[in-house]
């Protein structure tokens, strides 16, 4: 692999030294390039700006940082009746476990996917169709 700019510097440990909530951030900024997705992700933002003007920062630990599209992924058990499609137990009850896709400058959901309670949290099939759905109505013309 050859580095270069900022992640000439990128080392991982697991001392404990100098830890931060975010610093995992940095390895999946490193795959994103690698595998494309940044440069893909830099087509998404038309629709949105179209929707909110000029897209607003996005606020990481204790920064902003602007002139990108963060769009963030989320998995969470949702309670419902056991007669309802899809609901199954889970750890934190009966229910179904939807994953989402939300613009983190704006807080608009962008793509959800309905799923099973027994769904798994790192189910990377289920992140990569989110994710797609999510780029594509980011890109989407506004109505």
Known sequence: MNLTGWSKSLEV????????????????RLLADKTGLTGGLSHA??????????????????KVLQGVTCIRLDATVTPACSDKELAEP?????????????CDNTGEPLAG??????????????????????ITAARAAPE
């Open 90 to 102: 889970k750890f934190k009850g009966f229910g179904h476990h939807p994953s989402l896709g939300y």
């Open 45 to 62: 933002p038309a629709s949105i700006e179209a929707r909110h003007g000029a897209l607003p920062g996005v606020r990481i630990a204790d």
């Open 113 to 134: 996917m309905m799923r099973r309670g027994s769904a798994g949290s790192d189910t990377t099939a289920d992140h990569l169709q989110v994710l797609g759905d999510a």
């Open 13 to 28: 440990t697991a001392d404990g030294a100098g830890i931060v909530s975010h610093a995992g951030l940095a390895v999946l």
